[in-house]
């Protein structure tokens, strides 16, 4: 059975989660994304947070970047199994 065959047989299976798949998992065609996250690093950095260490820096953009993602996965799995 080919790939395709088998990516078919998934988006028919569980549509609402290929859909996520395709919107998230997907390259990215451009770099708008790349200058969000050095914007947002922009405001996570201020003269209010100058010791922040790095590492704690890079986990609060993670989590802004990600729970929209977060959220919509939290959704679609209390549509497939409710709750």
């Keep these: 059975m080919s790939s395709g065959v088998v990516h078919g047989e998934r988006m028919s299976r569980f ?16 770099s708008v994304e790349s200058e969000r ?11 209010q947070r100058n010791r922040l260490a790095a590492e704690r820096a890079e986990m609060i953009i993670f989590v802004k970047h990600n729970q929209p993602i977060t959220l919509t996965i939290e959704n679609i799995l209390k549509q497939i199994f409710g709750g």
């Design 15 to 30: 549509p609402a989660l290929a859909g996520v798949a395709r919107r998230y998992v997907g390259a990215p065609c451009t």
């Design 37 to 47: 996250l050095f914007s947002s690093s922009g405001h996570v950095f201020t003269d």
